[in-house]
């Protein structure tokens, strides 16, 4: 079954990262392999949850970062394209790397914590840095629905892999 285009958040098309390049140096030496990612066309539709798989070191995260924005490619391609669908108006992500915030979420498959920081420092920044204008009660109350509130005031590299 084919996505009709109008059900499509994210489309990305000719996008890619070569790793070991450092494009805010434009340096085209490799410091390593060359390897990396390319994404002749992906659709993401809007409804329901979309599933990368893959083995280790096979890109999902290199992938994830390129359509969040995380991460910039480095390969350039004449049609290269990576848009959001939002409310009947596509907005190109190349061009407003910012209008994705808020639109898409994953989970990391490692943590990414400052470890020398308390968890609730941690929390009130990642919220910063996403543009939530909320308040430190409020982020408490998530802690406490959430059940982590017992961690709130402990410094992060004091957390197993599970509780961060």
Do not use: Y
């Not at 204008?133 to 629905?145: E, F, P, Q, Y």
């Not at 402990?154 to 599970?162: E, F, R, V, Y």
């Amino acid at each position: 079954m084919d996505v009709i285009q109008t059900d499509v958040l994210i489309e990305a098309q000719n996008i890619g990262c070569i790793f070991g390049q450092n494009p805010e140096k434009n340096n085209t030496k490799l410091l390593s392999p060359n390897t990396g990612i390319w994404v002749n066309k992906l659709l993401i539709p809007k409804v329901g949850i979309t599933v990368i798989t893959g083995k280790s070191g096979s890109g999902k995260s290199t992938l994830l970062g390129l359509l969040s924005r995380i991460r910039a490619e480095n390969c350039d391609h004449p049609s290269r394209k990576l848009s959001l669908n939002s409310q009947e108006k596509e907005i190109s992500l190349l061009e407003f790397p910012d209008a994705i915030k808020g639109k898409m979420g994953f989970v990391f498959q490692e943590a990414h914590l400052i470890k020398n920081i308390s968890v609730e420092a941690n929390a009130e920044l990642a919220c910063r840095a996403i543009g939530h204008n909320i308040s430190s009660d409020a982020i408490r109350d998530l802690a406490k629905t959430f059940s982590i509130d017992d961690l709130w005031t402990k410094s992060a590299k004091t957390l197993s892999g599970g509780q961060a």
